[in-house]
Nanobody, 120 residues
Framework: VQLQAYGGGLVQAGGFLRLSCAASGSTFTNYAMGWFRQTPGKEREFVATIAWSGARTIYADSVKGRFTISRDNAKNTVNLQMNSLKPEDTAVYYC??????????????WGQGTLVTVSS
């Protein structure tokens, strides 16, 4: 499956952004979809995941209550609504397809990443 993430940009602290990821090349509902993020010199970290049906989600504690993951199986897209953004949310955000897990190893397919910068 091929993944294309988009929607990153520069936003002030307290603002919001919506990331999207378009999937193609395989049956979208075969996969849970996750969002991860990475900053220079650090390991890629889990942000959120959503099961194939959209009925179950898991969030990292650092984003719980601020971020919402959703998916549209008719359009083969997964979204990440990010509200109340903080400077520490600055990172390259990656979407991924795989198992309903919160670790990098659970995902076999990755998008190219989209940069989110939150200014203080």
């Amino acid at each position: 499956v091929q993944l294309q993430a988009y929607g990153g940009g520069l936003v002030q602290a307290g603002g919001f952004l919506r990331l999207s990821c378009a999937a193609s090349g395989s049956t979208f509902t075969n996969y849970a979809m996750g969002w991860f993020r990475q900053t220079p010199g650090k390991e890629r970290e889990f942000v959120a995941t959503i099961a194939w049906s959209g009925a179950r989600t898991i969030y990292a504690d650092s984003v719980k209550g601020r971020f919402t993951i959703s998916r549209d199986n008719a359009k083969n897209t997964v979204n990440l609504q990010m509200n109340s953004l903080k400077p520490e949310d600055t990172a390259v955000y990656y979407c991924a397809a795989g198992a309903y897990r919160s670790d990098v190893a659970g995902y076999a397919y990755w998008g190219q990443g989209t940069l989110v910068t939150v200014s203080s």
